[in-house]
């Protein structure tokens, strides 16, 4: 089974929909999927910050921002994180999200400030264990 791992280190909307996209195809594909949610993507799968439904982008693309979030709204797209719920619900437990434990401390977060579909909390070593056979390695 191919395997796909993805370090998620951005938390705005302009690359947390290319994680989940890619997530999602793997999944529908029949991939394996590891995502390590580390620094700014951590704080994306908060319960405060999935409530909040922020739309940041980047600051490279601030001009598109707004024709950004239009797009979306005028497609009906759903937010980011549905796309790994749903890859989580097709891909059963080969599609795994990870919470980075350094950046967990760092950020004083606890397991309860997390979203539900996060499956662990681990370090960046065991991370890279996980990943050491991934077909496809990408920081996002």
């Given at each position: 089974m191919p395997k796909l791992s993805?370090?998620?280190w951005?938390?705005?909307t302009d690359k947390l929909y290319p994680v989940s996209i890619?997530?999602?195809?793997?999944a529908a594909s029949g991939w394996e999927?590891?995502?390590f949610f580390t620094f700014w993507g951590l704080l994306s799968i908060?319960?405060?910050?999935?409530?909040?439904s922020m739309e940041k982008v980047s600051t490279?693309?601030?001009?598109?921002?707004p024709i950004f979030s239009d797009r979306l709204k005028s497609m009906n797209f759903p937010p980011w994180w549905e796309f790994i719920k749903q890859a989580k619900e097709l891909g059963g437990s080969n599609v795994r999200v990870y919470a980075c434990s350094q950046t967990m401390e760092l950020m004083k977060l606890r397991k309860e400030d997390l979203v539900d579909f996060v499956d662990d909390i681990v370090g960046a070593a065991t991370?890279?264990?996980m990943s050491s056979d991934a077909n496809?390695?990408?920081?996002i």
């Open positions: 993805i370090i998620v951005s938390g705005t890619l997530t999602s195809a793997a999927v590891n995502l908060t319960k405060q910050s999935i409530s909040q490279d693309y601030s001009q598109y921002a991370f890279l264990e496809v390695t990408l920081f």
